[in-house]
């Protein structure tokens, strides 16, 4: 059974930095996609960024291009993603999801395996 587990998330002030991982298991993750999504309160889940496993491009959501980073470490099945510059706008619960797919979908209904989230506050 395939797990995503989230860590990282916390209490930042606004302009500085967070790293959140997503550990994977229970699978094999070379034909898979794998997102991060971000939920604030009131809010629908919406896409932050996404790649595939096995390399490629990544994308972001326009709302964090070129301060957030996604990364991936294969020997750890992690993938990561450093995030900068953070605003008060970024807080959010943030989901790691993956799905058997070789395109990046960035629609939540496209994702079958879920993380349980880890909230990320920025204050300012």
């Known amino acids: 059974q395939v797990q995503l587990v989230e860590s990282g998330g916390g209490l930042v002030q606004a302009g500085g930095s967070l790293r959140l991982s997503c550990a994977a298991s229970g699978g094999s993750f070379s034909r898979y996609a794998i997102n991060w999504f971000r939920q604030a309160p009131g809010k629908e889940r919406e896409f932050v960024a996404g790649?595939?496993?096995?390399?490629?491009?990544?994308y972001y959501a326009d709302s964090v291009k070129g301060r957030f980073t996604m990364s991936r470490d294969n020997a750890k099945n992690t993938v990561y993603l450093q995030m900068n510059s953070l605003k008060l706008e970024d807080t959010a619960v943030y989901y790691c999801?993956?799905?058997?797919?070789?395109?990046?979908?960035?629609?939540?209904?496209?994702?079958?395996?879920w993380g349980q989230g880890t909230q990320v506050t920025v204050s300012s």
């Open positions: 790649r595939s496993w096995r390399g490629g491009s990544t």
């Open positions: 999801a993956a799905t058997p797919t070789l395109r990046v979908p960035t629609t939540t209904k496209e994702y079958d395996y």
